[in-house]
């Protein structure tokens, strides 16, 4: 057993809407995508195996990475394809199948992982498409084939806003995700960590065997891996560890076991405009239209791919994002506030002691996208240090990165970041600095430069 990691830093961003743990069955989802775009590292175009109108399976292999071949990149349901949608320079964004009305199954083999050699349980992850699940540091990219990770890492809870209760998600997913860890077990030359939320034990995840437990307790970014990594097993310079979301390490168990690649996971949509926040079945990739039907308060709405700090704004006809699990809706804050830098006009999160909401700390607040500011010059106030429970000076690497000093970027740790590790930040930046995508510009030069 691991420790009892107790993290002082971080901030709760309480949002109204927080989804109930009731199941709607009323939810019906008729297109699905694989987004490139979603996985770090892929080139823009890659080699397609399938054209409008083929008709696949659950599993079917749609396209791979042509710098990495072995690695297939799978439908998540069986169908009709109806869309490859480009973008500039005829990069690929999405894939988008028709779905059957009962889903159909590539067969595959199933392994016993605890027999298997780690070569032939790679190819088995390689041809079944499970691969892409697998997301190396640093960098947040798709795994790499060539070495073995020193460990393996897998957060047990997220702390972030309006998330998932993986208590109800996971729930009855024990075995797959037994065997999913089991199959983990034999990627890595050390350890698989698995990191529990001290302050909600997950049935599901307590009694799992083969892993090294640890307990965290704190505000969010507790629940971000990148976090718990830096407390557990830190990254240094040419170390490389890989992540796993729990959802995907039941869809890893549930093809060695089962043979089939079934990507079935219980998505949430939440926010301040929907009346009845809840949970839903679907597959990886589900689109966003039908979601939200008759469930909102408004019409003048952003649908968000993920958390507010996180995720992406998509389209109605959008899909989401491979390794997103909530749909969060937001009233679109483009409304004028009269003195609105001057008198607050309604109760907002804040950690600013400007604003009375620190005196109700769990308090949950109607917010909208409105960013109550404009970019302006970035000022040294050290609101970044109290929201990052990492032994890293954020400001100074931003400015390393924004200055493209390569050793300096080193040096202040970049190789134990990702863009989530860094999201609060942009929350409580009073620059209105875009914090995330100045990380992955950063992210992506260290990694062309290696």
């Known amino acids: 057993m691991g420790r009892t990691i107790n993290l002082k830093k971080g901030y709760n ?41 083929d008709e696949v399976k659950a599993g079917t292999p749609l396209f791979f990475d042509k710098k990495l071949p072995e690695i297939m990149f799978c439908s998540p349901v069986s169908g ?24 159909t199954y590539l067969k595959l083999d199933t392994i016993n992982p605890d027999n298997a050699s780690r070569e032939a349980i790679i190819e088995h992850l390689l041809k079944t498409g499970l691969w892409p699940f697998l997301r190396q540091r640093p960098f947040n990219v798709v795994a790499g084939i060539d070495e073995a990770p020193k460990a393996i890492f897998i957060s047990g809870f997220n702390t972030g806003p309006l998330a998932p209760d993986l208590n109800f998600t996971l729930k009855g997913e024990a075995a797959a995700f037994q065997t999913g860890v089991n199959v983990l077990k034999r990627l890595s030359k050390g350890k698989v960590h698995l990191s529990l939320d001290g302050a909600n034990t997950c049935d599901t995840l307590s009694n799992v065997k083969g892993v090294e437990q640890h307990t965290f307790k704190g505000k969010h970014p507790a629940g971000n ?11 240094n310079k040419g170390d490389i560890v890989w ?6 390490v039941i869809t890893i168990g549930r093809v060695f076991k089962d043979g089939e690649f079934n990507t079935e996971r219980l998505y949430a949509i939440g926010g301040p405009v929907v009346k009845k ?10 689109a966003i239209e039908g979601i939200a039907k008759n469930n909102l308060s408004t019409d003048h709405v952003r649908y968000i791919s993920g958390d507010v700090l996180t995720g992406r ?24 506030e009269l003195f609105g830098w ?17 005196l109700k700390p769990n308090k949950q607040f109607n917010v909208n996208t409105n960013s109550h500011g404009e970019h302006r010059g970035m000022v040294v106030t050290g609101a970044f240090e109290q929201v990052t429970p990492m032994d890293i000076y954020p400001m100074q690497l931003l400015k390393a990165i924004m200055a493209r000093d390569f050793d300096l970027m080193e040096g202040l740790g970049i190789y134990e970041v990702v863009e989530e590790d ?16 100045i990380l992955r510009e950063g992210l992506d030069y260290m990694r062309e430069q290696a």
Do not use: W
């Open 243 to 248: 992540t796993v979301d729990p959802q995907d």
């Open 277 to 286: 926040p809840s949970y839903f079945k679907a597959f990886q990739g589900a």
């Open 225 to 235: 891996v990148g976090i718990q990594i830096h407390h557990i097993d830190p990254i």
């Open 422 to 437: 860094f999201a609060l930040c942009e929350f409580v930046c009073p620059s209105k600095t875009d914090v995330q995508e």
């Open 313 to 336: 704004k998509v389209d109605i006809k959008g899909h989401f994002g491979a390794f997103d699990k909530i749909l969060t809706v937001l009233e679109e804050g483009d409304k004028y």
């Open 13 to 53: 961003l309480k949002i109204v809407g927080e989804p109930e743990q009731t199941l709607n069955t009323d939810v019906k989802v008729r297109t699905y995508a694989v987004k490139p775009t979603d996985f770090n590292g892929l080139s823009p175009i890659p080699k397609m195996l399938v054209q409008v109108g």
């Open 80 to 103: 009709e394809v109806a869309e490859i949608k480009r973008g500039a320079k005829r990069a690929i964004i999405e894939v988008v199948i028709l779905a059957d009305k009962k889903n």
């Open 342 to 358: 001057l008198l607050p006009s309604y109760p907002r999160p804040s950690i600013s002691r400007s604003f009375l909401s620190f």
